[in-house]
């Protein structure tokens, strides 16, 4: 039987080759009637969290795109060397620019490149640059190498001013080079596999669902690996310091466990270091069962608040995507840019326990189905925490912590307004 997923050609040496279509990022015409240009990913053997390499060869293939000589739209490329494990240079210059050069070889000598160069770099570009021109009603499109970190950036910037009529939302181009890359995998899942490169050529975009977590007056930003304190941004209307995110907002186990790991030590070991701060947190080392987490959670339905009964927890979780990382399926309902917010939350359980439910995330988000694990779709959240120590307080937006003063809270919704488009294949 014909396997429906390969791409088939021949090369203009004659060569037939043959490749997964989830590997093609475009055919576009050649100066040479007669052949294409097929462009194509190819992925490491052994390890598919390493960026690939990019192919462009000519042969036989039947054009699928048009090159796109001239452009309405501002372009930007961002490289966010920091993020993952410091690949998105590497990445950029090896693999990608040849790639942009091919598929729009008039308008990228237009295209504007910026690395990062600290932890502010994406902020201070948002502020001084993207903000204004997307204000001004001018389409930005913004080629983003970063993880989720680089796109909340991006919208925390872009939330933090009042937009004009004309604003016009940036358009963004996900590229997975951070450590769980949650927003890419939950829109690609099971499809695209050329790490957002196909989306080059995509003129369809999605408005990006985004939450705003509100905080108690005390709460403060944890950086620097959690040795600093920052203030964070304050609401406009409440003056309540607040955090948007696009992926996540988590107290308790998700949370200690992405504060935990992300420091140099860990960061080297990429995805990995989520499941090594799990196994600490779970199996403390003095023997004692993993922490109860008190606090009062209450659930929003339309205009309806509910406290939950339970005063203790191990997993307080809210969620707009389906996949935290590409194999962690965490809502399995949730649909791909689709604007919902779904709970999952657990009681304490022994250490065994709670990894046996964490395992069934990975086979397709099966722990939802476990009676041990609550699993609805919420329109908001708020955690009125009563923990004594600040560590046990610990709340985390798209993997940045924020620490709540004693008697603090955290209140999550939706966010209303539409600041960013992402270009989806
Ligand atoms: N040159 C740099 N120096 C210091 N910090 C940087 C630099 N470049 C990027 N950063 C910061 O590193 C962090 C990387 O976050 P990002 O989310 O992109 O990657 P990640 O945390 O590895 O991935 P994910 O959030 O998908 O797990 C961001 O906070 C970003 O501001």
């Known amino acids: 039987m014909e396997d429906q997923t390969a791409f088939t050609f021949k090369t203009d040496s ?15 015409p050649s100066s040479d009637e007669s052949l294409s240009t097929i462009i194509y990913v190819q992925h490491d053997e052994k390890d598919d969290t390493v960026p690939p390499n990019t192919v462009i060869v000519k042969g036989d293939a039947e054009p699928n795109v048009q090159p796109q000589d001239t452009s309405d ?63 001004a009603g001018i389409t930005l499109r913004i080629i983003l190498l970063a993880g989720d970190g680089g796109v909340i950036d991006l919208a925390n910037g872009l939330l933090s001013r009042r937009t004009s009529s004309d604003y ?17 995998h939950s829109i690609n899942a099971g499809k695209d596999n050329t790490w957002g490169l196909r989306a080059l050529t995509s003129t369809r975009t999605k408005p990006l669902p985004i939450l705003s977590a509100t905080f108690s007056p005390g709460a403060r930003l944890l950086t620097n690996e959690g040795n600093d304190e920052e203030e964070l941004s304050k609401d406009g209307e409440s003056g309540q310091p ?16 992405v504060a935990d790991s992300d420091t140099t030590a860990y960061r080297k070991y990429g995805i990995d270091r989520f499941k090594m701060a799990a196994k600490e947190a779970l199996y403390p080392a003095d ?3 993993p922490h109860a987490y008190r606090g009062t959670v209450s659930v929003l339905h339309a205009s309806r608040w509910t406290p939950l009964i339970e005063e203790e927890h191990m997993y307080v979780l809210a969620t707009m995507v ?14 791909p840019l689709d604007g919902s917010m779904a709970l999952v939350q657990f009681a304490p359980m022994s250490g065994d326990e709670a990894m046996r439910i964490m395992g069934l995330a990975y086979q397709g988000g099966k722990h ?47 966010e209303e307004r539409r600041v960013l488009d992402v270009v989806v294949g």
């Open 322 to 335: 389906s996949n935290l990382e590409k194999l962690f399926c965490i809502s399995p309902n949730s649909e």
């Open 168 to 184: 016009k939302a940036p358009q963004v181009v996900l590229v997975p080079l951070g450590t769980a890359n949650a927003l890419y």
């Open 73 to 135: 739209e501002e372009t930007h490329i961002i490289v966010s060397t920091g993020s993952g494990t410091n690949k998105a240079k590497s990445f950029y210059e090896q693999a990608l620019r040849p790639v942009l050069e091919t598929l729009f070889p008039k308008g990228y000598t237009n295209f504007l490149t910026h690395y990062t160069e600290s932890a502010t770099t994406i902020q201070e570009l948002t502020n001084d640059i993207f903000f204004p021109t997307a204000n």
């Open 287 to 289: 023997g004692s069962p």
């Open 14 to 28: 004659g060569e037939e080759r043959s490749i997964n279509s989830k590997d093609l990022i475009a055919v576009i």
């Open 242 to 257: 607040i955090l948007h995110g696009a992926v996540v907002c988590s107290w308790a186990m998700h949370a200690t466990l």
């Open 368 to 414: 939802v189905e476990d009676l041990a694990v609550r699993y609805e779709e919420i329109d908001g959240l708020k955690i009125e925490f009563k923990e004594k120590e600040g560590r046990w307080r610990r709340v985390c937006v798209d993997g940045k912590i924020v620490k709540v003063e004693e008697g603090g809270w955290v209140g999550v919704r939706k």
